[in-house]
T-cell receptor, first 111, second 113 residues
């Protein structure tokens, strides 16, 4: 059965700290891995990683895909209170554009 | 450009009642999805559509029906609501070609008593 597991489930750090969120997957016919940020309402897209693009960076956020270990990490440096959110990882399989979602990591940044 | 919109935002139903959730997108996307999100369980796919007039079952389709009569709209129906269907429902759309990311609506919070 396909599954995506995120860890930790929740994390509390202080402003300015660096955090690393993990996503591991067991999915047949892997196509890509996506990271989303969910604040109060809808998830918003952060990164997509594929075999041809295993590292992405945007400002203080960066993500790496390890296809050998079937996992990905999302790093956030110099965290700010606005980074507080649930971070979701999803894996696209096959060619029917369905996503398998992890349960998310709830990140709380204390001032 | 509103992106993906959902109506209603909130709804309370009694067990056995029916309702329809409406999703609309103005990005000319081919693919549309309905998810439910429950605490600690992430997003679970209910039904999806790869184009006007076509629908397919996702991971948790029981108790739900969908229709995609127009490309921009995707309707989710509950024929006989049950307390287990209390959840937050999200609609999403994607263009069906690279990049494949899905764009989400603001969600509908449904409570079935």
């Amino acid at each position: 059965e396909d599954k995506v597991v995120q860890s930790p489930l929740s994390l509390v750090v202080h402003e300015g700290d660096t955090v690393t969120l993990n996503c591991s997957y067991e999915v047949t016919n892997f196509r890509s891995l996506l990271w989303y940020k969910q604040e109060k309402k809808a998830p918003t897209f952060l990164f997509m990683l594929t075999s041809s693009g295993i590292e992405k960076k945007s400002g203080r956020l960066s993500s790496i895909l390890d296809k050998k270990e079937l996992s990905s990490i999302l790093n956030i440096t110099a965290t700010q209170t606005g980074d507080s959110a649930i971070y979701l990882c999803a894996v696209e399989k096959d060619s029917n554009y369905q996503l398998i979602w992890g349960a998310g990591t709830k990140l709380i940044i204390k001032p | 450009n509103a992106g993906v919109t959902q109506t209603p935002k909130f709804r309370v139903l009694k067990t056995g009642q029916s309702m329809t959730l409406l999703c609309a997108q103005d990005m000319n996307h081919e693919y549309m999805y309905w998810y439910r999100q429950d605490p600690g369980m992430g997003l679970r796919l209910i039904h999806y559509s790869v184009g006007e007039g076509t629908t397919a079952k996702g991971e948790v389709p029981d108790g739900y029906n969908v229709s995609r009569l127009k490309k921009q709209n995707f309707l989710l129906g509950l024929e006989s609501a049950a307390p287990s269907q209390t959840s937050v429902y999200f609609c999403a759309s994607s263009q069906g070609t690279e990049p494949y990311e899905q764009y989400f609506g603001p969600g509908t919070r449904l409570t079935v008593t």
